[in-house]
């Protein structure tokens, strides 16, 4: 079961319906609070439509969480540490009742799961609060293999893909082999691993604006490698690198499309790829 209205086109605004309900039934499945992100809100929906059916059919009741908000990242990379607290103090209220936190990004995941308990280190109360929160927060490849034990998924896609490693996920969560051992189990799909799959795409949240000229080059290199590997597809596990890979494609020219891994393993393709038919990426 999926708590999600569908009054609205938004994301968590359509996580109110049965809100005010009082369910009478008592389930032993796991219950899961989906942390959207405001990128998949906002750009990608499909994404976020993927992860409850990944998450519903590996047997969790799905919620998505009305109140959640930003997780405070660019507020927090910025040296604001004072709005970070205030988005981080209401995303803690609307998950803490959760067995389990889950979000398709590395990134806002790692942001909850790492730094929440860093930006609360001298509020006492806030920081037992966010350290409960942080032990049950996940990525979710990550937390479809090592919590839930999913090793296959019924999706089939018949194309050559290869795989961007985004650098929270990698490096602050040590998500690496989970999303390739889930896409081995994809009838048809083939892994050409590009060189420097761990290079940072240059995206960064903030650091692309500070700093365009060396975020393009980064990005640019990305895309070489990318095409290099042969692959027709490239995916990823965070959308904001998935843009911005898909934005420098775009512009290349580059016939190499890009999805969001959970897209695939839902078998969720039959929207355009990330960046076609929009408008500049």
């Known amino acids: 079961m999926v708590y999600w209205p569908t009054k609205d ?8 319906a049965l809100s005010a309900m009082e369910d009478t ?60 607290r205030a988005l981080a103090r209401q995303v803690i209220a609307a998950f803490e009742s959760y067995d389990y936190v889950v979000a398709p990004s590395g990134s806002c995941t790692g942001m909850l799961k790492v730094h929440y308990p860093r930006l609360f280190a001298t509020d006492v109360p806030w920081l037992q609060r ?7 927060c996940y ?6 293999t090592d919590v839930l034990g999913v090793h296959k998924t019924n999706a ?15 490096r602050e969560l040590g998500i690496h082999e989970q999303p390739r051992k889930l896409l081995a189990g994809v009838a ?10 761990s290079a940072c795409c240059g995206f960064g949240g903030t650091f692309c604006v500070k700093y365009p000229e060396i975020s393009g080059r980064m990005v640019g290199d990305k895309r070489a490698s990318i095409e290099a590997s042969g692959a027709a597809t490239v995916l990823g ?9 898909a934005g420098a494609l ?24 990330i960046g076609e038919g929009e408008g500049p990426t």
């Open 25 to 84: 039934t008592k389930s032993a499945r796991p219950r899961v609070g989906l942390f959207v992100t405001c990128l998949v809100d906002l750009f990608r929906p499909s994404i976020g439509f993927a992860a409850v059916k990944l998450l519903q059919d590996a047997g969790c009741e799905v919620e998505v969480p009305h109140m959640q908000t930003c997780c405070g990242q660019p507020a927090y990379n910025s040296g604001d540490a004072e709005d970070a």
């Open 250 to 273: 775009k512009r290349s020219g580059s016939a190499v499309s890009t999805y969001h891994a959970a897209e695939v393993l839902a078998g969720m393709t039959d929207k355009p790829a």
């Open 156 to 170: 089939s896609f018949e194309r050559t893909v290869t795989y961007h490693d985004s650098c929270s996920g990698l």
């Open 139 to 144: 990525e979710l490849l990550s937390f479809m």
């Open 130 to 136: 966010a350290t409960t929160l942080a032990e049950r």
């Open 9 to 16: 086109n938004n994301i968590a605004g359509r996580s109110a």
């Open 237 to 245: 596990g965070d959308l904001g690198c998935l843009l911005n890979i």
């Open 188 to 197: 048809g799909l083939r892994l050409s691993e590009m060189e420097e799959a």
